[in-house]
């Protein structure tokens, strides 16, 4: 028995002892697979690597310390080549000193020595500038890679550091336009309507030193009884864009000031804001006052005096004389509401091409320095290189066209074939110079003239004088539009002293009114012009410019600023062809909902308005009526939904004045 026992103790040792060897056997196995699998992710992760950096859009350096602790430049990516425009294969091995011999004086070799050595991260921004100007800027990252190694990291950011010093010269040239205007600039937040921009009209006004402006709620510029209405208007605003009311302003010291306020919606970075213009309208309240009262006492006068016709006539004469000054200040401070209301939109048409003026300018400048040198090249030039010379700059003779840029690029690219064909290894740069240049020949010419040993340099000419054209058309074009808007400013604001009528030409008052209020029309309108042969017609031409004015600008807000507009003018012969100087019919038709049936009788009364609160003070179209009437004129007008049509019938003009010839014309 005691044999039997030791033999079955001993088998079943041998079993577990075999269980174990197969136990240890698997876990073996397990563990060479997974360090197989993790070599073979590494190898995947290490290839992911390298195709990132290759790959990447920014640049990248790679450095490695040597014995004596020197950094040697040993590797780069595609993008670095592109973005420094060198070829990197050939500074392999160098030190830093050697590769890159402009860093030797910066701290950039001793901060990528600390990453190397310590792996301090470190970021900078490279600038550098010419005459006042940036001439290139790259934004660098620089970290340890591995132990004494690193990488330097870095983009092309000369764009965005120009596009931010222009960013910077529009807001001077901003803040300078709002501290010129007429009146009080205000910039409030929202929903919060604290204050938080003004001008110094702003301070001069009411009394209040900077830091008391700053933050101050919108609520305490006004009178409890006009505070509903100023918050009703920024509501409006906020809801629709843009809104007016007038209400007074308390000074300070409580001086009270009507205004008639303009706001518009801006939106920044996800906040909203107020921001707008507040024109002074003491002058226009005061006449409408004055209006009002003279009217009171002339009723009154006729009631008393009716028995006193001498006397009551001279009292009517002088009371005439007082109501006509008074209708020529609500005349002017209509205009100057106008030009309030349109202060905004005038400044953005005139901010656009005084900046292309200001840019061209630069450009030239830059340019003409290089003339004396241009001009002392183009004598060292042979015969025929003078004239490929001549040849590729004969394009800038004319004025530059600006084709779309898909055929700017076709263009380009065939260039740029012909070019490579012949060998040249700038050809993408020299391409785009002939392009600038505005050369228009045929490749065959220009694989003729790419012959020519210096015709890199030939062309670089052509391209630097075509810079000084192509600045002198944008200053030109950019001149020719400011000083449109400013024609069309200093004419209607023009006031004759003169009561005399004198003629005008209604189709040249009518662009006049339509460049004034082309922010307006920009919402939306679409203008069209239906303009015959016209004699002049006389007038007071800076009164009838007003009605053009009114009548417009009607129409336009009639149509909520988006809809069809169209001008019509007529010469009409007199009535059954006899002699006689006829009349000219001028239209002013819009789309919108129309006038309603209800209120048609009533639309030519004075302080009669359809305009919510704070839009029109009512004296529009009644002012057109009388200032039409002063020169035998008329108005009428015909509406129903989808079409007003408001007609003017004005006299020709006097006797001696040739009548078209072609008669009628559309």
Not at 326 to 355: C, D, F, R
Not at 447 to 462: C, G, N, T, Y
Request: proline content about 4%.
């Amino acid at each position: 028995m005691p044999i039997l026992e030791a033999m079955a103790l001993s088998t079943g040792s041998l079993i577990l002892a075999a269980l174990l060897l197969g136990l240890f056997v698997l876990v073996l196995r397990e563990q060479r697979r997974k360090a197989r699998y993790a070599e073979a992710k590494a190898r995947e992760y290490a290839a992911m690597s390298e195709a990132l950096v290759l790959n990447s859009p920014r640049g990248v350096h790679f450095y490695e310390l040597d014995e004596g602790d020197r950094l040697v430049f040993s590797g780069y990516n595609r993008a670095a080549d592109r973005i420094l425009g060198i070829d990197h294969a050939s500074l392999i091995g160098k030190s830093i000193g050697e590769a890159f011999p402009g860093l030797v004086e910066t701290e950039v070799p001793a901060r990528y020595l600390e990453a190397a050595l310590e792996g301090k991260a470190w970021q900078t921004e490279q600038v550098q500038y010419e005459e006042g100007r940036i001439k290139g800027a790259y934004e660098v990252i620089a970290f340890q890679t591995k132990r004494r190694a690193m990488a330097a990291v870095f983009s092309d950011i000369t764009e965005a550091k120009r596009a931010s010093e222009e960013l910077e010269r529009q807001r001077a040239f901003t803040k300078a336009l709002i501290e010129s205007l007429p009146g009080i600039f205000y910039l409030y937040d929202y929903p919060g309507l604290k204050l938080r921009w003004w001008n110094r009209n702003h301070e001069t006004a009411f009394g209040y030193a900077t830091e008391e402006l700053a933050g101050m709620d919108i609520r305490s510029w006004h009178v409890q009884e006009a505070k509903a209405a100023v918050l009703e208007a920024v509501e409006a605003c906020m809801r629709e864009g843009s809104a007016q009311v007038e209400a007074p302003l308390v000074a300070k010291d409580g001086k009270r000031t009507p205004y008639l306020l303009t706001g518009t919606r801006f939106e920044s970075g996800g906040e909203y804001f107020l921001i707008g213009v507040g024109i002074d309208i003491s002058e226009r309240v005061e006449a409408e006052e004055e209006l009002r009262l003279l009217n009171q006492e002339l009723e009154e006068r006729v009631v008393e005096r009716t028995s006193l016709l001498s006397e009551a006539n001279a009292n009517l004469q002088g009371a005439l004389r007082e109501l006509k000054a008074s209708q020529a200040k609500i005349l002017l401070s209509e205009k100057m509401a106008a030009l309030g209301q349109l202060v905004a939109g005038l400044a953005h048409e005139l901010n656009t091409p005084l900046g292309a003026i200001l840019s061209s300018c630069s450009t030239s400048r830059s340019a003409a320095s290089s003339l004396p040198g241009l001009l002392a090249r183009h004598r060292a030039l042979s015969e025929p290189e003078a004239a490929a010379f001549a040849r590729i700059s004969a394009g800038l003779a004319c004025d530059p066209v600006w084709a779309d840029r898909a055929e700017e690029r076709r263009r380009r690219n065939g260039l740029r074939a012909c070019l490579e064909a012949a060998g040249l290894a700038e050809a993408s740069l020299l391409a785009e110079q002939l392009v600038d240049s505005g050369y228009a020949g045929s490749g065959e010419e220009l694989a003729e003239l790419a012959r020519l040993p210096r015709f890199d340099e030939i062309v670089e000419m052509a391209h630097d004088i075509g810079s000084i054209c192509r600045a002198d058309y944008i200053i030109r074009t950019a001149a020719e539009k400011a000083a449109r808007v400013i024609l069309a400013l200093r004419t209607y604001a023009r006031r004759e002293e003169d009561e005399r009528l004198s003629l005008a030409d209604p189709r040249e008052q009518l662009e006049t009114v339509l460049v004034i209020l082309e922010s307006k029309l920009k919402r939306g309108v679409e203008v069209l012009r239906d303009y015959g042969e016209l004699p002049p017609v006389p007038c007071h031409p800076d009164r009838l410019s007003q009605v053009w004015m009114n009548l417009v600008n009607n129409a336009i807000q009639a149509m909520d600023y988006r809809g069809r507009l169209e001008l019509v003018a007529r010469a009409i012969p007199p009535a059954g062809g006899g002699p006689g100087l006829g009349s000219v019919e001028v239209s002013v038709i819009d789309d919108g909902p129309g006038v309603p049936e209800s209120i048609r009788e009533r639309i030519f009364e004075p302080f009669f308005t359809t305009k919510a609160s704070g839009e029109g003070s009512g004296l529009g179209l009644d002012i057109c009526r009388r200032i039409l009437e002063e020169i035998g004129a008329t108005i009428d007008f015909e509406s129903r939904p989808g079409r007003t049509r408001f007609t003017v019938s004005l006299p020709a003009g006097p006797k001696g004045v040739a009548w078209p010839s072609g008669g009628l014309s559309s």
